[in-house]
């Protein structure tokens, strides 16, 4: 199985449980309200469409097979990054979990291309300020604050 397809079923796969999940969410009570289904669905059905067609056209071409044993260990410590900054939003809240969640993953995915940490910093902190704002501001959707705040 080459990369592509092993890509392709792991976001099939992540894309059903995201979408059977959601489906365990409560319905909006309010009227006119999207509920808070709504983007969970859309990301559910943007992973199943990826997915499949990294099935569909993955295999055309010739390529390494699956992963590497050290593209898995970088996979799982992204895994680990991404399940951390799940934990923390709960504990500190969004804004500094946010910060050092991209911190960390954009210092990683920049790795060979020797970027700066204060630019990665930067960069983290726009994101994070313009998601707050466009959820908080616009969708006028709370984000987590944390036990401690």
């Known amino acids: 199985m080459t990369k592509d397809r092993s890509t392709g079923l792991i976001a099939l796969v992540l894309g059903i ?7 365990q969410f409560p319905e909006s009570t309010m009227a006119g309200d999207i509920g808070p289904r709504v983007f969970p669905y859309i990301s559910a059905g943007l992973l199943i469409i990826c997915g499949l067609g990294l099935l569909v056209t993955g295999g055309k071409k010739e390529g390494k097979p699956a992963y590497t044993p050290k593209e898995l260990k970088r996979l799982g410590i ?15 809240g969004y804004m500094p979990a946010t910060i050092a969640g991209a911190f960390v993953l954009s210092v990683m995915f920049g790795k060979n291309k020797s970027i700066p940490w204060y ?23 709370p984000l987590p604050r944390g036990m401690f705040f």
Do not use: P, W
Request: glycine share 4%; charged share 5%; hydrophobic share 70%.
């Open 17 to 23: 449980g995201v979408a059977f999940l959601t489906s």
């Open 78 to 92: 992204i895994f680990g990054v991404v399940l951390l900054y799940c934990v923390l939003m709960a504990v500190i």
């Open 119 to 141: 630019r990665s910093l930067i960069f983290s902190v726009v994101l994070t300020v313009a998601v707050f704002y466009i959820f908080e501001k616009l969708f006028v959707l």
